[in-house]
C-alpha cells in the first residue's frame, strides 16, 4: 500500500460503513421510510435476552415403529387371503412384533414366498409348531427400524417447524438432538402453555365407522367385540358450560386418515355461530372420500383427533368434493390451533417434554441492561488505556475501534443473526482482539522508529512485519469459531457468531482502514513524526 491509492480506499471503507449504517439503523430507530424497512430488519434478540421458552423434546420414536407394524399387519392380512394362504389368527402382539398362526405345516413356503415378494422388511424371528400347526413371529428387520426411527425425527423436526412458523414465532430455534431428540427455543413467546399444546399435540386426524352392530353397553362392560374399539368424545352443556365424556364403539379399520389434507381453516357456523374447523381433501383423498360417503350412506362416521371423537355424524349421502367438518365445543383459540396442527400434518410419533424452562421478560431485560455495561465499561477501559499508552496513534485506535462495532452490529442485522448473551461476550472479547492488533502495528513501528527510519518508513515496515502474526492469530481463532459454529448448539452458537463477524471486522479497521489515516498523514501531510 502507499499513498498514492488512498482515495480508492477511502470510498471502499466509506461505501461498507454506509452499508452497515443502512442494515443498522432499522434497529436503532422506527422512523425510517417504507422501502427501507422492507428491504432491511433490525437485530433479533435470543432467547436469554428478550425472554421466552426452552423445550428439550423426545420423540417416542417406538411408537412409529408399532404403528408402521400395525399398518404392515393389515396390509399382510389382505395380501394372505388374496394369495388363498390358509392361515387362524394373524394378531400384532405388544410391542414390534405380529404373530400369525397357519392353518398347518404345509403353508410355511407360500408365506416365506409373500414375504420375499410383498413385504421383504419383515423377518420370520421364531416359530412354535403345536398340534400340526405353526405360530410364526414376525418382526421388521433392523434396517427397516433404524429406517423408521430416522424418518420419525426428522418428519416431526420438519412439522413442528411448520407449526412454529404460523404461530408466528420470530426466529424460532429447531434443531435436533441427538439421535431422538429435538431442542427448541422460542423467544418472545408470550402463551408458553398455548404453545407447548400446539407443538406437542400428535394430530393424528382418523376417520372410522362407529360398530352399530354390537352392544356399547356390552363393550364398556368389558366384551370389546373383534375388530372395534372404544373412544370417547366429549360434549359441554351450553347453560352450565359443564363439559361430559361420551362413549363410542368404533370399528378398529381407519378408513382414511388427515395423509390427504390440502387445507384446514377456521369458519363460523351460520346456524349456531360457533366456530368450526372446515378440511379439504386432496384430489385423492377427495375420491376415497366420496366413496367412503358413497358405500356408507345413512351409517355414522367418527371424525377422531389423537383418539379423541370429535363429531359422528350420519352420512346423509355421497359426498363430493373431498370437503368435511370438524365441529366441536370449540373457542376461536382452540380451533384455530387446531387448524395450525391440521395444516401442519400429523407427527409421525408423539414427543414427550424431557426439559422445559421459561426465561421472563424482566430477566430478559436485565441481562440486556448488564450486557451493554459490559461492552460500554470494556470499551471505555480499552479507549483510555490506548490513548494513554500510545497517544495520538491510541486515538486512531480508538475511532476504528469505535467503527468496528458498528460493523460487526450492522453485520448481525444484515446476516438477520440473533443477538444472544454469549454474542454479546463475543462482542466484548472482539473489543480486546481488535485494539491487540493495533498494539502489534504500534511496537512494530516503534521498533522502526528507533532504528532512525522516517515516517513513511516506520509505518511500511510496521504494518508489513506485523501483518504475518495479526492474520496467522485471528484465522486461527476464526476457524475455531466456525468449528464452534457448526457443532455448537443454543449459547455455543451465538458466541460463535459475533466473534467470527467480529474478527473480521476486526482485521479490516486495523489492517485497512487504520492504514488510510497513517498513510493519510505521512505521504499527504508529510509529518516528521509519529505520536506514538
Given at each position: ?389 500510545y497517544n495520538l496513534s491510541g486515538i486512531v485506535a480508538d475511532l476504528v475501534l469505535v467503527l468496528n462495532i458498528v460493523l460487526i452490529m450492522g453485520a448481525l442485522a444484515a446476516f438477520r443473526a440473533t443477538l444472544t448473551l454469549p454474542g454479546i461476550a463475543g462482542i466484548v472479547l ?80 486495523a489492517i485497512f482502514v487504520a492504514r488510510i489515516i497513517y498513510d493519510y498523514f505521512v505521504w499527504q501531510r508529510n509529518i516528521r513524526r509519529i505520536s506514538i
Open positions: 500500500m502507499s499513498g498514492k491509492n488512498i482515495k480508492a480506499r477511502v470510498i471502499v471503507t466509506l461505501v461498507i460503513v454506509a452499508a452497515a449504517l443502512f442494515f443498522l439503523m432499522p434497529s436503532i430507530t422506527q422512523n425510517l421510510p417504507s422501502v427501507w424497512k422492507e428491504n432491511t430488519d433490525r437485530i433479533h434478540l435470543g432467547l436469554d435476552l428478550q425472554g421466552g421458552m426452552h423445550l428439550v423434546l423426545e420423540v417416542e420414536t417406538r411408537k412409529a415403529i408399532e404403528s408402521s407394524m400395525e399398518r404392515i399387519s393389515n396390509d399382510l392380512k389382505e395380501v394372505l387371503m388374496e394369495e388363498r394362504v390358509r392361515f387362524k389368527h394373524l394378531d400384532r402382539e405388544e410391542g414390534i412384533f405380529t404373530t400369525l398362526e397357519l392353518a398347518d405345516r404345509g403353508q410355511r413356503a407360500a408365506l416365506e414366498k409373500v414375504l420375499k415378494n410383498t413385504f421383504p422388511n419383515l423377518a420370520i424371528k421364531s416359530s412354535q409348531i403345536t398340534d400340526g400347526r405353526e405360530k410364526i413371529w414376525l418382526e421388521l428387520k433392523d434396517e427397516q427400524v433404524q429406517s423408521i426411527e430416522k424418518f420419525a425425527v426428522e418428519q416431526s423436526l420438519e412439522t413442528i417447524r411448520n407449526r412454529v412458523d404460523e404461530f408466528g414465532v420470530t426466529e424460532p430455534e429447531i434443531i435436533p438432538q441427538g439421535k431422538d431428540r429435538i431442542l427448541i427455543q422460542l423467544p418472545g413467546i408470550k402463551d408458553p402453555q398455548r404453545a407447548i399444546n400446539l407443538i406437542g399435540k400428535t394430530a393424528l386426524l382418523e376417520f372410522k365407522l362407529l360398530d352399530e352392530e354390537h352392544s356399547l353397553d356390552e363393550a364398556i362392560g368389558g366384551k370389546v367385540p373383534p375388530g372395534s374399539i372404544i373412544a370417547y368424545g366429549y360434549k359441554v352443556d351450553s347453560a352450565t358450560g359443564r363439559r361430559s365424556r361420551i362413549p363410542y364403539l368404533l370399528q378398529r379399520k381407519t378408513l382414511l386418515t388427515g395423509e390427504s389434507l390440502e387445507d384446514a381453516k377456521v369458519a363460523i357456523s351460520d346456524r349456531f355461530g360457533e366456530p368450526y374447523v372446515s378440511i379439504k381433501f386432496d384430489s385423492q383423498g377427495a375420491r376415497d372420500f366420496e366413496r367412503i360417503t358413497a358405500q356408507n350412506v345413512k351409517k355414522r362416521l367418527a371424525i377422531v383427533l389423537d383418539g379423541v371423537v370429535h363429531s359422528a355424524p350420519v352420512i346423509q349421502e355421497r359426498i363430493p368434493g373431498g370437503n368435511a367438518q370438524i365441529t366441536g365445543s370449540f373457542t376461536m383459540e382452540e380451533a384455530r390451533d387446531l387448524a395450525i396442527v391440521l395444516r401442519a400434518g400429523a407427527l409421525p410419533a408423539p414427543v414427550k417434554i424431557l426439559e422445559q424452562r421459561t426465561v421472563g421478560p424482566s430477566l430478559g431485560q436485565d441481562s440486556i441492561d448488564k450486557g451493554i455495561l459490559s461492552i460500554i465499561v470494556g470499551s471505555i477501559l480499552v479507549i483510555l488505556f490506548m490513548a494513554l499508552y472482539t473489543i480486546g482482539m481488535a485494539v491487540d492488533a493495533n498494539v502489534l502495528i504500534f511496537e512494530r513501528i516503534r521498533e522502526e522508529m528507533r532504528l532512525g527510519k522516517s515516517p513513511r518508513a516506520s509505518v511500511e515496515g510496521g504494518y508489513s512485519k506485523a501483518l504475518s502474526t495479526i492474520v496467522d492469530a485471528n484465522v486461527t481463532t476464526l476457524i475455531a469459531a466456525l468449528v464452534l459454529f457448526q457443532f455448537g448448539t443454543g449459547p455455543v452458537k451465538g458466541f460463535a457468531v459475533t466473534l467470527s463477524i467480529g474478527i473480521v471486522c476486526s482485521m479490516f479497521t
